[in-house]
């Protein structure tokens, strides 16, 4: 998306399940139109998501249940931080956005001092963040792209050959850990607007063969068998999860998404409950992330 394109949010509330339920199995685009980009819930809030203004009428009275309850105008680059993002590089492993793709992309830097020992670069990753979280830069996400450069690092025992992404946004962790050696990645997300994303860059990147991405709660795939889970979401996630033992029996957990005070009440919790050694802890003034194992 162009980094002037005018973006419109409406924020809709839904009255209950049913009026979720319903918005979810709507045709949207033929109820708004071309304008419409994607649309993702939040609590009992719709955000639908246009570019430019578009006709909102049809959608509220085609759904029982749903109130406008604000309308957000701005600027794609406003909304989206990714939006003019430059290529990043975190040791061998370069992340470009689509209009820095293709053959005259600079190959990656591997600096001197190479991460871990990984002394030639990986195929860079292309990511277009689009409406979703997680073209690379933010804080928690390049934590969580170092710990997975040690977890699939030359030198480390057991990489994990299954991988399970929660929260996965744009697929940018997923994509990376195929990237790194993963043989099959599953990455969820409640956000129909990540999904279809990280579908996008799943295309782009060509790992069909190894990831995938499914629409869904966390919590639903709290059992899914793998061997390295990567949550990168709010610390009400984590604990549900927690509960739900979609942190037990794992080889590794990468965890972020929490502030300094979260991450300890969650590190507390699961030190308590299961066997796992803290192997790696990044932190900056707002965001604390974690790489765990069970070595
Ligand atoms: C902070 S972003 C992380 C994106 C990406 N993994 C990264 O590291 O850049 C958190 C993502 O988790 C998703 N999310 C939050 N709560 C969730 C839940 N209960 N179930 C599934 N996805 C959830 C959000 O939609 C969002 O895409």
């Not at 509330?13 to 980009?37: H, N, Q, T, V, W």
């Not at 803290?278 to 900056?284: A, E, G, K, S």
Request: net charge negative; charged share 20%.
């Amino acid at each position: 998306m162009r980094p002037d394109t005018p973006l419109t949010i409406y924020e809709i509330r839904c009255a209950d399940k049913e009026s979720r339920a319903l918005f979810d199995k709507a045709d949207l685009r033929a109820i708004m139109g071309p304008k419409l980009l994607g649309y993702h819930f939040e609590a009992d809030f719709a955000f639908v998501f246009c570019e430019g203004d578009a006709d909102i009428g049809g959608l509220l009275s085609s759904i029982p249940g749903l109130t406008l309850s604000q309308v957000h105008r701005l600027r794609y680059d406003e909304w989206q931080d990714g939006a003019n993002a430059p290529p990043l590089v975190i040791g061998p492993l370069a992340i470009y956005p689509p209009s820095w793709a293709g053959p005259k992309a600079p190959p990656p830097k591997v600096s001197p001092n190479p991460v871990h020992g990984h002394l030639s670069p990986f195929a860079p990753l292309v990511i277009d963040p689009g409406l979703a979280f997680g073209y690379g830069g933010h804080a928690t996400t390049k934590a969580c792209l170092s710990f997975l450069l040690r977890v699939y690092s030359p030198q480390g025992k057991g990489a994990p050959k299954v991988c399970l992404d929660l929260g996965t946004g744009t697929g940018v962790l997923a994509l990376a850990s195929a990237r790194m050696g993963a043989e099959r990645v599953l990455g969820v997300d409640y956000s129909h607007l990540a999904i279809e994303i990280a579908r996008e860059n799943l295309a782009m990147n060509q790992l069909g063969d190894k990831v995938s991405f499914v629409y869904g709660e966390a919590a639903d795939f709290a059992s899914y068998e793998a061997g390295l889970v990567l949550s990168n979401i709010p610390l009400a996630v984590h604990l549900d999860l927690l509960g739900k033992g979609a942190y037990a029996d794992r080889r590794y957990l990468i965890l972020s998404g929490l502030l300094p005070s979260e991450a300890d009440t969650l590190t507390k919790r699961l030190l308590g409950s299961y066997p796992y050694k803290l192997i790696d802890n990044q932190r900056d003034d707002r965001w604390s992330s974690w790489l765990l194992g069970a070595e």
